[in-house]
């Protein structure tokens, strides 16, 4: 009889674990696993141990037993800490299962030796075969082990229930039921009471059905995981990640249908050399350069499914980010993330959109769309310089600047300047500051110097403003002037001699653009009144410009300059 109820419990523990395995999440605890293991492996000790008709059969099914016996309880602990978000201690977890495992080595002893047994025999009782046996030291060791372990769950529920808002209410008060029930059965066993059978098999049989509901709803609870499945699986996410030698780790369906040559790639081989992967290693090359640039990167991708719901061949824009990839708290490698930014390119794609329909109006139209244009970065800039309590007007000026100097050096011949790069750098000169939108307004409109702190936020601008240069021209037809004006933004701070900022760029490095802007920016702060300093005289000006030449500016303008000065100040005269 009691084989037949054991088999039955041992069938129930089964159908739970199938239940688990069919809901099994790759982000499920550990522990939970472990757990679904056990319990069948001990029940199936049960089994055994009823249809024991020797010593030797009836020792091996009571080691059986023991496993679940011993390492079921430290499970379940660990369980309760994880999911009340409660921390243990590395060498906390293992010392605990150190001591597990020595309970078990002391239990594999029995029939060898008396520290966990001090006798065992099989008798027949009314028929029945019955394991008879006298307790050794260890198996009191054990018993207080098990209660010492149960007792530390119950504690740290009650405390996660009255101070953890973290831990899932419904959770704590599904955990206190197994290890309830455990108590129970083994308070069972201590008081003697007289029971047929053995009441823990039945014990650890609901305990698996609480842990089943635990589970089938505890991922609800981890809001990154659910968060990155839903973006996965709507197609709006997708990664590829890299060890530190930029070998291949894995990658997502997303990312292999918009880097086709990843369906190509092996597990921990390189990157090859098709424009996809190319593409990503020059995002991996660009972060490890300086991994604290926020770069954000922009990638298109064009299905050549023409049935798309957009009519537009499924074109679909992603922004691309590289960040370490984590183990815990460890750095491991690299992850590459491309997230779907559509929506945001909404407005240039009904553009080009509206461009097919009215091929006959285009010229007319790209007038428009282009004075448009213009005027939206010139209001952008103006916005941004409204901020800026020391530079009212800075941005005419230096305008008007960069024009009398780009004449001046075209006069001269010695640079051959192309009509289109002059009215690409002087349309540029107005956006050179885009990226004091990222100022804090206490930093920006501070009436005085800056401290040292203050002024390395504020050298953030350059580049900031490339990046906002690059997001507003990214689908322009003018490749020259968006380039051109990345370029301004980006490097007018740079200096001849290597000493400027953003990025150190020495000499012809600096592209000629923002040497040109370098000059005109900086001779209005001479002879303009900021709130720091009054304004310098032109020859105060002029001698600082002249002495910079060959350390801050190109010497090669320095010419150019001296025959723009007259008309420098002549205008400066006029607006002052």
């Not at 150190?98 to 047994?117: C, D, K, R």
């Not at 997502?252 to 424009?275: C, H, K, S």
């Not at 007038?367 to 010139?378: G, K, P, Q, W």
Request: charged residues 25%; hydrophobic residues 40%.
């Amino acid at each position: 009889m009691d084989t037949i109820v054991y088999t039955v419990i041992l069938l129930s523990s089964l159908i739970l674990a199938t239940g688990y395995i069919f809901i099994w999440h790759k982000h499920f605890n550990a522990n939970f696993t472990m757990i679904f293991t056990l319990v069948p492996i001990a029940e199936t000790g049960y089994i055994m141990l009823s249809l024991a008709r020797s010593l030797d059969g009836a020792l091996f099914a009571q080691q059986i037993i023991y496993i679940g016996g011993t390492f079921l309880p430290l499970f379940m602990v660990l369980c309760v800490f994880d999911l009340c978000k409660i921390s243990i201690p590395r060498l906390t977890r293992m010392l605990m299962f150190v001591i597990s495992a020595l309970l078990y080595m002391s239990v594999l002893t029995i029939g060898h030796s008396n520290i966990f047994y001090s006798s065992v025999k099989l008798d027949r009782v009314d028929g029945d075969y019955v394991l008879v046996k006298e307790y050794g030291f260890m198996h009191s060791v054990y018993y207080v082990f098990q209660f010492v372990l149960y007792a530390v769950a119950i504690f740290a529920l009650i405390y996660a229930w009255k101070k953890k808002k973290d831990a899932p209410r419904k959770i704590v008060l599904l955990l206190l039921i197994p290890d309830t029930i455990c108590i129970m059965t083994y308070f069972v066993l201590l008081k003697g009471l007289s029971v047929s059978m053995d009441v823990i098999p039945l014990g650890y049989c609901l305990a698996e059905l609480i842990y089943l509901l635990i589970a089938y709803r505890v991922n609800l609870y981890d809001v990154a995981d659910t968060a990155i499945d839903s973006m996965v699986r709507d197609q709006s996410m997708g990664y590829i990640s890299f060890d530190f030698d930029l070998r291949y780790l894995g990658s997502d369906d997303v990312a292999r249908r918009l880097i086709p040559g990843l369906n190509d790639l092996y597990v921990d081989e390189a990157l090859g050399y098709d424009a996809g992967e190319r593409k990503v290693r020059h995002y991996l090359e660009s972060f490890i350069k300086d991994p604290q640039k926020d770069t954000v990167y922009s990638f298109t991708y064009k299905n050549k499914d023409s049935s798309s719901d957009s009519g537009e061949q499924g074109e679909r824009y992603y922004s691309v980010k590289v960040n370490y990839l984590y183990d815990m708290s460890r750095k491991r490698g690299y992850i590459v993330t491309f997230t779907d930014d559509t929506d945001n390119k909404k407005y240039i794609k009904l553009l080009d959109r509206y461009n097919d329909e009215l091929k006959e109006e285009v010229d007319l139209k790209t007038r428009n769309i282009v004075r448009m244009h213009d005027n939206l970065i010139m209001s952008l800039a103006m916005m941004v310089e409204s901020r800026d309590n020391s530079t009212g007007g800075h941005i005419k000026r230096t305008s008007e600047g960069v024009r009398i100097l780009i004449d001046e050096i075209r006069k001269e011949g010695k640079l051959e300047l192309s009509d289109e790069f002059c009215k690409a750098v002087i349309k540029a000169a107005p956006m050179h500051d885009l990226g004091k939108i990222a100022v804090d307004d206490a930093i920006l409109r501070k009436p005085g110097r800056f401290t040292d702190e203050e002024y390395e936020q504020m050298k953030k601008h350059s580049s900031e403003g490339a990046r906002v240069i690059h997001d507003i021209l990214l689908n322009t037809d003018d490749e020259q002037f968006k380039i051109i004006a990345e370029n301004v933004a980006h490097y007018h701070h740079e200096r001849w001699d290597g000493t400027g900022y953003p990025d150190r760029l020495k000499g012809e490095q600096i592209p000629l653009e923002a040497r040109i802007m370098a000059i005109a920016d900086v001779y209005d702060a001479l002879v303009s009144k900021r709130v720091y300093k009054e304004a310098y005289d032109f020859e105060q000006a002029d001698s600082i410009i002249v002495e910079g030449m060959g350390t801050h500016f190109d010497p090669a303008l320095a010419s150019a300059y001296k025959n723009a000065r007259p008309r420098l100040e002549e205008y400066y005269r006029q607006v002052q």
